[in-house]
């Protein structure tokens, strides 16, 4: 007797970073990655938290077109200074999107990041043992990076990590995603 495939599951990540994978697993739902195909150019003059926002949501789209019945989680953040001896507030947005029931927002989630002062010994010492270029900033509070820091603010902690829970959990719950 042929058993029929699985039906398709009815949650998207997408995005391609590991960190978003890891922070969604958190919820225990079943979920799939698509890698959305989104330029990520900044538009002329725009700040970073409209390219945060304007890109979470993009990518959210570009994965629900393709599955319309699924609700899709899209997600970006931008960094907005340089950091040694600085404030950083890393602009962190997250979109979910279900083509089928109309269904679309958006959120952000600012984190501001105070960073110690560095030299520039400390710097090359850090990126050397973390390797943290994948990360927005290149450095990784829930690694080594926390040596970096003075101060971190925010009101959703896995925002900084790249996907605010808090927020996405809030935006599934609306999207009609049981959670306890």
């Known amino acids: 007797m042929l058993q029929s495939p699985p039906p398709p599951c009815n949650l998207v990540l997408g995005s391609t970073s590991r960190y978003r994978r890891d922070l969604l697993a958190r919820l225990g739902l079943p979920f ?3 890698a959305p ?3 990520e150019t900044p538009l002329p003059e725009e700040s970073p938290h409209a390219l945060a926002l304007r890109l979470a949501l993009a ?7 393709l599955r319309p019945e699924a609700i899709v ?4 953040q931008v960094a ?6 600085q404030t950083v507030i890393f602009q962190t947005a997250v979109a979910v999107v279900c083509q089928a029931m109309g269904f679309e927002q958006v959120d ?5 990041v105070r960073f110690r002062s560095l030299d520039d010994a400390e710097i090359e010492r850090y990126l050397r043992a973390e390797q943290p270029y994948d990360c927005a900033g290149s450095a990784k509070s829930e690694g ?20 605010p829970l808090i927020r996405t959990c809030r935006m599934l719950r609306a999207a009609g995603v049981v959670l306890p």
């Open 32 to 34: 799939e990655v698509a």
């Open 59 to 65: 990518k959210a789209r570009a994965v629900a077109a």
């Open 108 to 112: 952000l989630a600012p984190v501001r």
């Open 73 to 76: 989680i899209g997600s970006d």
């Open 144 to 163: 080594l990076g926390i040596s970096l820091l003075d101060a971190i603010d925010s009101d959703d902690p896995t925002a900084l990590i790249g996907l």
């Open 37 to 39: 195909a989104v330029d």
């Open 80 to 85: 907005d200074r340089r950091m040694s001896g």
